[in-house]
């Protein structure tokens, strides 16, 4: 056991993929303002970010208006359209049994991060977690992991930030916190590779090794 007793995790492109119900959620909030669907390449590269910062790219109709509609289908899709990461399962369950803390800090709701953990029945793996609706700013914001460490009861050095985009490396980062990148669809290496995240691995089933790394 080295000197991380926590671990925090995004969700979505490091634990899970809902991109089609993201998809149908986004399109469905266009087309209720009558503006045109957007294709899936175009809408997955804003996940892990604000709805904000999408709908200011793909249009000047106000945010809040879209936000309403796209919360109405998401409700519907969100969930529903979630899937596991291969390996996800065996990996949290490695964790688990060597006695690490889980946890996940996410832009999703914490209506959705709910449903997501029943669904895959993750209830005992994880002690807490946070939506983006329980803060002011999210993620390259730190409030999120800073909320999570208060629920933990935790001090930055004893956890990590694992991720898939710059968003969850650079909120990590503004409070001195070791991170793990894991590459994904939704996460652009490039970006990520910028960062300096503490440890890079391809893929979950790697990060029980790359948590043994840090000290």
Known sequence: MTGITHVIFDLDGTLIDSSDGVVQAVNYSLQQVGLDQRSPEEITPYIGYSLKVMYADFTNHPYEDLRHHFQKKAQETIVASARKLDGVDQML?????????????????????TGIVKKFDWTDYF?????????TQVKPDPEIISLVLRRLKADVSQAVMIGDTENDIRAAHALQMKTIAVRSPYGDPERLTQCQPTVTVEAVCDIPEALASLS
């Open 127 to 135: 002690k807490t977690y946070a939506g983006g609706d329980e803060v």
């Open 93 to 113: 369950r490695t964790l688990h049994e060597s006695e690490f803390t889980l946890a996940i800090a996410s832009t999703k709701i914490r209506r959705h991060i």
